[in-house]
C-alpha cells in the first residue's frame, strides 16, 4: 500500500466511508457490512494501513509529515450500531475511527431516508399506490425486490425543497405507522460513550441538508448550531467536519465552503473541511 499511497511531501490518504454496520446481514441493507464482513475490513485495513484520526492524518498532510499507507474510517451521521456493534470491532483490531454526527437526530430522531426504508419494509406484500406522493406505484415482495423501489423514492425525494421533503416523508411515516421516535440513532449517552473511548467524533451539520439549498444563514447556522451543540454534549469541540451529501456541485460548493472558513476563522481552533463523494 505504500506505493498507493506514499508518506510525506506527495503524501495520499486513503479514506475508507461508512455509516451503519449491523449486527447481521439485512436483506433489505445490501450496501451496510454486518458485523463479520466489518471485522474482515478492518483487520485487513490494521495489517496494510496506518490507521488514524482525521484530525490528525489532515495536520499530518498539511505538515508533509503523512505516514505511507495512512488511512482514515470515517462514519456519517450518528448511528447507534456504531457504538455497539462497530467499535468493539474497531478496538479490537486497535483501529480508530471518526464520527460525523448529524446532531438533531441524537436522542430518538430519524433520518428522512430511514423513514423511507422503514416503510417499504412494513409495506404489506402487492400493490402499493403513492402516486399522490409523488412515487410510482410499486409492487412489494421481497426485501430483495423492494431495495430498488426505496431506492427510485430516496432519489424522488432527495433533492425537494426541505419543507416539502419532510412534509412528504412524515405522511410516509404516518401510513407506514412508524412511531414518531426510534432507536436507530445513538442517544447523547452512547455519543459520549462513544467520544469517551477515544474516538473522535466531528460535525454534520445538525438536521443533515443539502447546503447548496439553502440560503448562506441558513447553511451558517446548520454547520455551526451542530459544532455547539457537539461541544455541549462532549466539552470539546470538533475539528473536522463533512458536508452532508457530499456530491461536488449537487450537493455543496463554493459558497458552502465560505461558510466553514468564515465559521472558522470565529473560532479557536480549525474546524478542517472533510469533502468526499457520498451515497
Known amino acids: 500500500m505504500r506505493w498507493l499511497s506514499p508518506g510525506g511531501a506527495r503524501g495520499r490518504l ?54 505511507p499507507a495512512a488511512a482514515c474510517i470515517t462514519f456519517d451521521d450518528g448511528y447507534a450500531d456504531n457504538l455497539t456493534v462497530a467499535a468493539p470491532i474497531l478496538r ?4 480508530t475511527a471518526t464520527f460525523f454526527i448529524a ?19 412494513r409495506a404489506p406484500a402487492g400493490a402499493l399506490d403513492w402516486r399522490d406522493l409523488g412515487l410510482d406505484e410499486a409492487v412489494m415482495g421481497s426485501a430483495k425486490e423492494r431495495v430498488p423501489v426505496y431506492g427510485r423514492w430516496l432519489k ?20 407506514a405507522g412508524l412511531p414518531a421516535r426510534g432507536d436507530l440513532m445513538m442517544t447523547v449517552a ?34 455551526g448550531a451542530g459544532r455547539e451543540q457537539l461541544a455541549a454534549w462532549l466539552g470539546t469541540a470538533p475539528e473536522v467536519f463533512a458536508y452532508p451529501n457530499g456530491v461536488p456541485g449537487a450537493d455543496y460548493g ?26
Not at 479490537?92 to 483501529?95: C, E, F, M
Open 14 to 67: 486513503s479514506v475508507f466511508i461508512f455509516h451503519r454496520v449491523l449486527p447481521a446481514a439485512d436483506p433489505l441493507l445490501p450496501d451496510e457490512p454486518d458485523a463479520a464482513r466489518f471485522d474482515a475490513i478492518v483487520a485487513f485495513l490494521a495489517r496494510h494501513y496506518r490507521i488514524l484520526p482525521l484530525a490528525d492524518a489532515v495536520r499530518a498532510h498539511q505538515r508533509g509529515t503523512l505516514p
Open 92 to 95: 479490537r483490531h486497535g483501529a
Open 103 to 121: 446532531t438533531g437526530f441524537i436522542d430518538g430522531g430519524r433520518m428522512w431516508n430511514d423513514t423511507v426504508i422503514e416503510a417499504v419494509r
Open 156 to 175: 424522488a425525494l432527495k433533492h425537494l425543497p426541505l419543507a416539502r421533503r419532510t412534509e412528504l416523508t412524515d405522511e410516509i411515516a404516518r401510513r
Open 190 to 223: 452512547q455519543l459520549r460513550e462513544l467520544h469517551g473511548q477515544g474516538m473522535e467524533i466531528g460535525g454534520h451539520t445538525v438536521s443533515h441538508p443539502i447546503l447548496c439549498r439553502l440560503d448562506g444563514a441558513a447553511a451558517r447556522e446548520e454547520i
Open 254 to 279: 463554493p459558497r458552502s465552503e465560505e461558510h466553514t472558513s468564515e465559521l472558522q476563522s470565529r473560532v479557536d481552533i480549525s474546524y478542517a473541511v472533510f469533502c468526499l463523494k457520498k451515497k
